[in-house]
């Protein structure tokens, strides 16, 4: 088992910056993706960016080159830092980790008012 907690978010304005970050403990493997999704009121779960143990990232268009994920392996912690946010980026943010299995965090409220 992982366990994953979250912690950031909350309320920005449009243009502002808010970071998250997610510490991973349990049976955490050497190999694994860490990263976030996020899911907005009425719309699907989408990707917003993962970052591998290797340091290999992928982000969502919409996001590029306003986020930037990073992570610390010897922490098994993985940040969002944001900025630039847009009320668009409004949703739950979810951390999550891929090793053997797939865990989730329980998620944190990223509000960008206009």
């Known amino acids: 088992q992982v366990q994953l907690v979250e912690s950031g978010g909350g309320l920005v304005q449009a243009g502002g910056s808010l970071s998250l970050s997610c510490a991973a403990s349990?049976?955490?493997?050497?190999?694994?993706?860490m990263g976030w999704y996020r899911q907005a009121p009425g719309k699907q779960g989408e990707l917003v960016a993962i970052?591998?143990?290797?340091?290999?990232?992928t982000y969502a268009d919409s996001v590029k080159g306003r986020f930037t994920i990073s992570r610390d392996n010897a922490k098994n912690t993985v940040y969002l830092q944001m900025n630039s946010l847009k009320p668009e980026d409004t949703a739950v943010y979810y951390c999550?980790?891929?090793?053997?299995?797939?865990?989730w965090g329980q998620g944190t409220q990223v509000t960008v008012s206009s």
């Open positions: 349990g049976s955490i493997v050497s190999r694994n993706v």
């Open positions: 999550s980790f891929r090793g053997l299995r797939s865990y």
């Open positions: 970052i591998t143990t290797g340091g290999t990232t």
